[in-house]
């Protein structure tokens, strides 16, 4: 069997799913050693996946440019799109600003506080700027693979890669289907 | 009716007419999924989740009847295909995401979601905020949550007879409103919670249970509720290995009830604010002071010389039988407890009647359970409705005729013209009831004053006032201690609460209340229900029960 090489990428989550995902514990040697190869990822701490990556784990919902510019890339250069997560799956938490408007969203938080003392809306290009709604990935771009909860288990995660890995197509059910 | 020969998946059934598709699959263990479906209510086919083929045709399995020469498949990709297409649409209209949700881990749309493996939403969502009501005491609607499945509403009219929710606009844009679109808190409704009970979501939660745990997490215990005469049953969903109850369901199979439950048994009993009395307080020259439970029997024993005994129908069954083993004939009540006339219907007859009296009482304060009855039946069935008060009655404005009780000559005549009424009373006088009695076309319910005052009655303890030595008082309301002759008494009370009328006490004992006692009452129908204990006291109070066995010498000990 070759290689798989995985890449994964963090949007706008609260990393919950790379902590599940390391929870895998010894099962992530096993998994290597059946060929599973950590390409970038948060972990590696490497920004770019390689070309022809197998399996591209997105976490997290699309709530920037520069999160859809991410996930875009992910998919030119990761054969199978894998939605981790609720955030990534469903849009999340983070949807709960599409009640809100941007602008007094952010005048909320970086200004009006209660304990803000000369606050100001950071404009730098080096962070995101916010689209109007926050959305799940496969509004973005096409997801072949959702993997559900907030986090996902290390158990559905590991049986995911595993069948990935094996040849599969995994179906998620029963204990490994949760929304919570 | 003979029955009729139709196809279930292939193979040939025999069914009785009458019956629904969801039904029969039912009967045949065969699993359909539903959403806007619940027993006791009217079905309508609005969810679609229950979709069948009938010869090539999606149909509602819950509102289709069985006809002769039906097809039924439930299994064929077409259906599969349909419930997974709308379950879809159910998740994308409003906001469906469970982890901002109460309800989450028992919600029956998530429940469909894992049935049908929904791993995502296929069409775009959280486009469109709706409004959170959360002004009322007890409910609060979260109309994001909503798939308009109406139960909330069927609930309120047929089953409540409130009529209090209803819908507004069409299509997507409908919004379960209450009266004319006011917000809940301020609306005509009075709290009985039905509608918290049926919701198959997050939409309409019972604000005071929410966050407290899961019904999973809970143990289930059936008993009647004590909070009036009426004594419905209820589902009391306690914490396991905890003492606090998560909330109170109205039980579909009581034959008491049959589901209903008021604002009092659902809530209030939850709510129990009133100061308690703690321990046990020994009068002396310098006030009250702390008893040991070792040295109230000894106390109470000695006093039993020249002793009388008052009680209210506050006591349970065995209560009051001890009670009596004890003070022998000296034992009275503190207030009355007969019914002038006797009650000669009971609740699951008082469905379907067409002519309804009503005299002194307030169905939507109390009795609500008799209310709902009431109101389902004039409202919803268009039954006459007769109010007499002297005071305001809020059932007044669905009457069709409203006396003052100083003039009852005008309403006789009406009710004798009737061919069939329904008196349900509480306080009459004594010309009213020579009058009412001369009805022959009459069917008779008391609405006693206190819970077990039925029981009073079947133990035949008179309401008297009798002068004694040694006075013992049992029961939750004083009031009537002012009017006792008790100046040169020694007087002792068991009483779970505290009260001004106890300063008049030469003894104190606090006793165990609500949830934390069991026993058996007699509600007004007469029958035999029985209250279970599901809480520890938090209080160091005694049980009246366990120590009244005690001076018995049946027990042993009292705690």
């Given at each position: 069997?070759?290689?798989?090489?995985?890449a994964?990428v963090?949007?706008?989550?609260?990393?919950?799913?790379h902590?599940?995902?390391?929870?895998?514990?010894?099962?992530?040697?096993?998994?290597?050693?059946?060929?599973?190869e950590?390409?970038?990822?948060?972990?590696?701490?490497?920004?770019?996946?390689?070309?022809?990556?197998?399996?591209?784990i997105?976490?997290?919902?699309v709530?920037?440019?520069?999160?859809?510019?991410?996930?875009?890339?992910?998919?030119?250069?990761?054969?199978?799109?894998?939605?981790?997560?609720?955030?990534?799956?469903?849009?999340?938490?983070?949807?709960?600003?599409?009640?809100?408007?941007?602008e007094?969203?952010l005048?909320?938080?970086?200004?009006?506080?209660?304990?803000?003392?000369?606050?100001?809306?950071?404009?730098?290009?080096e962070?995101?700027?916010?689209?109007?709604?926050?959305?799940?990935?496969?509004?973005?771009?096409?997801?072949?693979?959702?993997?559900?909860?907030?986090?996902?288990?290390?158990?559905?995660?590991?049986?995911?890669?595993?069948?990935?890995?094996?040849g599969?197509?995994?179906?998620?059910?029963?204990?490994?289907?949760?929304?919570? | 009716?003979?029955?009729?020969?139709?196809?279930?998946?292939?193979?040939?059934?025999?069914?009785?007419?009458?019956?629904?598709?969801?039904?029969?699959?039912?009967?045949?263990?065969i699993?359909v999924?539903?959403?806007?479906?619940?027993?006791?209510?009217?079905p309508?086919?609005?969810?679609?989740?229950?979709v069948?083929?009938?010869?090539?045709?999606?149909?509602?399995?819950?509102?289709?009847?069985?006809e002769?020469?039906?097809?039924?498949?439930?299994?064929?990709?077409?259906?599969?295909?349909?419930?997974?297409?709308?379950?879809?649409?159910?998740?994308?209209?409003?906001?469906?995401?469970?982890?901002?949700?109460?309800?989450?881990?028992?919600?029956?749309?998530?429940?469909?979601?894992y049935?049908?493996?929904?791993?995502?939403?296929?069409?775009?969502?959280?486009?469109?905020?709706?409004?959170?009501?959360?002004?009322?005491?007890?409910?609060?609607?979260?109309?994001?949550?909503?798939?308009?499945?109406?139960?909330?509403?069927?609930v309120c009219?047929?089953?409540a007879?409130?009529f209090?929710?209803?819908?507004?606009?069409?299509?997507?844009?409908?919004?379960?409103?209450?009266?004319?679109d006011?917000?809940?808190?301020?609306?005509?409704?009075?709290?009985?919670?039905?509608?918290?009970?049926?919701?198959p979501?997050?939409?309409?939660?019972d604000?005071?249970?929410?966050?407290?745990?899961?019904?999973?997490?809970?143990?289930?215990?059936?008993?009647?509720?004590?909070?009036?005469?009426?004594?419905?049953?209820?589902?009391?969903?306690?914490?396991?290995g905890?003492?606090f109850?998560?909330?109170?369901?109205?039980?579909?199979n009581?034959?008491?009830?049959?589901?209903?439950?008021?604002?009092?048994?659902?809530?209030?009993?939850l709510?129990?604010?009133?100061?308690?009395?703690?321990?046990?307080?020994?009068?002396?020259?310098?006030?009250?002071?702390?008893?040991?439970?070792?040295n109230?029997?000894?106390?109470?024993?000695?006093?039993?010389?020249?002793?009388?005994?008052?009680?209210?129908?506050?006591?349970?069954?065995?209560?009051?039988?001890?009670?009596?083993?004890?003070?022998?004939?000296?034992?009275y009540?503190?207030?009355?407890?007969?019914?002038?006339?006797?009650?000669?219907?009971?609740?699951?007859?008082?469905?379907?009647?067409?002519?309804?009296?009503?005299?002194n009482?307030?169905?939507?304060?109390?009795y609500?359970?008799?209310?709902?009855?009431?109101?389902?039946?004039?409202?919803?069935k268009?039954?006459?409705?007769?109010?007499?008060?002297?005071?305001?009655?809020?059932?007044?404005?669905?009457?069709d005729?409203v006396?003052?009780?100083?003039?009852?000559?005008?309403?006789?005549?009406?009710?004798?013209?009737?061919?069939?009424?329904?008196?349900?009373?509480?306080?009459?006088?004594?010309?009213?009831?020579?009058?009412?009695?001369?009805?022959?076309?009459?069917?008779?319910l008391?609405?006693?004053?206190?819970?077990n005052?039925?029981?009073?009655?079947?133990?035949?303890?008179?309401?008297?006032?009798?002068?004694?030595?040694n006075?013992?008082?049992?029961?939750?309301?004083?009031?009537g201690?002012?009017?006792?002759?008790?100046?040169?008494?020694f007087?002792?009370?068991?009483?779970?609460?505290e009260?001004e009328v106890?300063?008049?006490?030469?003894?104190?004992v606090?006793?165990?209340?609500?949830?934390?006692?069991?026993?058996?009452?007699?509600?007004l129908?007469?029958?035999?229900?029985?209250?279970?204990?599901?809480?520890k006291?938090?209080?160091?109070?005694?049980?009246?029960?366990?120590?009244?066995?005690?001076?018995?010498?049946?027990t042993?000990?009292?705690?």
């Open positions: 069997m070759g290689k798989i090489k995985v994964s963090w949007c706008e989550g609260c990393s919950g799913c902590m599940s995902f390391l929870d895998m514990d010894e099962r992530l040697v096993e998994l290597i050693n059946k060929g599973l950590i390409n970038a990822t948060p972990i590696t701490d490497l920004k770019i996946p390689d070309e022809g990556t197998d399996i591209g997105i976490e997290g919902a709530a920037t440019d520069h999160h859809e510019e991410e996930v875009k890339m992910m998919r030119e250069r990761c054969k199978i799109i894998v939605a981790l997560g609720d955030c990534a799956v469903f849009g999340g938490i983070p949807t709960m600003r599409n009640y809100i408007p941007r007094e969203l005048e909320r938080g970086y200004i009006t506080t209660e304990s803000t003392v000369d606050g100001k809306i950071p404009t730098s290009p962070i995101g700027k916010h689209l109007p709604k926050t959305k799940a990935v496969n509004e973005v771009i096409k997801v072949d693979l959702y993997v559900p909860g907030c986090p996902p288990s290390a158990d559905a995660i590991y049986y995911v890669l595993k069948e990935v890995l094996e599969r197509i995994p179906k998620l059910e029963g204990e490994l289907l949760k929304y919570e | 009716m003979e029955n009729i020969k139709i196809k279930v998946n292939g193979n040939e059934v025999e069914v009785s007419p009458g019956k629904t598709v969801l039904q029969v699959l039912k009967d045949l263990g699993h999924p539903v959403l806007c479906h619940y027993e006791p209510l009217m309508q086919g609005s969810c679609r989740l229950c069948v083929e009938d010869r090539g045709v999606l149909k509602t399995a819950c509102t289709t009847p069985v002769p020469n039906m097809d039924i498949k439930t299994d064929t990709p077409n259906v599969i295909n349909s419930r997974k297409l709308v379950l879809q649409l159910l998740f994308s209209e409003r906001n469906h995401y469970c982890m901002y949700c109460e309800v989450t881990g028992e919600c029956e749309l998530q429940d469909l979601g049935e049908f493996g929904l791993d995502h939403f296929e069409f775009p969502t959280y486009e469109r905020r709706f409004p959170v009501d959360n002004t009322h005491d007890f409910i609060m609607m979260d109309h994001n949550r909503c798939v308009l499945c109406r139960r909330c509403v069927r009219s047929e089953v007879g409130h209090v929710l209803g819908e507004m606009e069409r299509g997507i844009d409908t919004m379960i409103i209450a009266d004319m006011v917000p809940l808190g301020n609306s005509s409704c009075v709290s009985c919670g039905l509608c918290a009970q049926v919701c979501t997050g939409a309409i939660i604000k005071r249970s929410s966050y407290l745990g899961r019904e999973v997490q809970s143990e289930i215990i059936y008993s009647n509720c004590d909070m009036c005469p009426v004594g419905c049953g209820m589902e009391i969903y306690k914490k396991q905890a003492n109850i998560v909330k109170i369901y109205g039980d579909w009581s034959d008491v009830s049959h589901g209903l439950l008021c604002k009092v048994g659902r809530y209030l009993s709510y129990d604010e009133k100061d308690r009395v703690v321990g046990i307080k020994l009068k002396d020259d310098f006030g009250y002071r702390r008893l040991h439970e070792d109230l029997i000894e106390i109470f024993k000695n006093k039993l010389n020249n002793a009388v005994a008052y009680v209210d129908g506050s006591l349970f069954n065995e209560e009051i039988e001890m009670i009596k083993e004890i003070f022998k004939d000296k034992v009540s503190l207030y009355p407890n007969n019914s002038p006339i006797p009650t000669n219907i009971n609740l699951s007859e008082l469905d379907n009647k067409e002519f309804y009296v009503v005299i009482a307030d169905l939507n304060r109390e609500g359970a008799v209310g709902s009855i009431v109101k389902r039946n004039v409202i919803g268009k039954a006459k409705l007769m109010v007499i008060d002297k005071e305001f009655n809020s059932l007044a404005k669905i009457a005729y006396f003052n009780i100083k003039d009852p000559n005008l309403a006789m005549d009406i009710l004798k013209k009737q061919k069939e009424v329904v008196v349900i009373y509480k306080d009459i006088t004594e010309e009213e009831k020579n009058l009412l009695s001369s009805l022959n076309n009459a069917k008779f008391h609405l006693p004053k206190e819970t005052s039925i029981g009073l009655q079947k133990y035949d303890i008179k309401h008297e006032k009798v002068e004694a030595e006075v013992f008082i049992f029961g939750k309301n004083l009031e201690i002012k009017d006792l002759p008790i100046q040169n008494s007087v002792v009370v068991f009483t779970p609460y009260d106890l300063r008049r006490a030469d003894l104190i606090g006793i165990t209340n609500g949830f934390e006692r069991e026993g058996s009452f007699y509600n129908e007469g029958k035999k229900l029985k209250k279970e204990k599901v809480l006291p938090d209080f160091d109070v005694l049980d009246l029960k366990s120590f009244l066995s005690t001076v018995l010498g049946k042993e000990k009292v705690f």
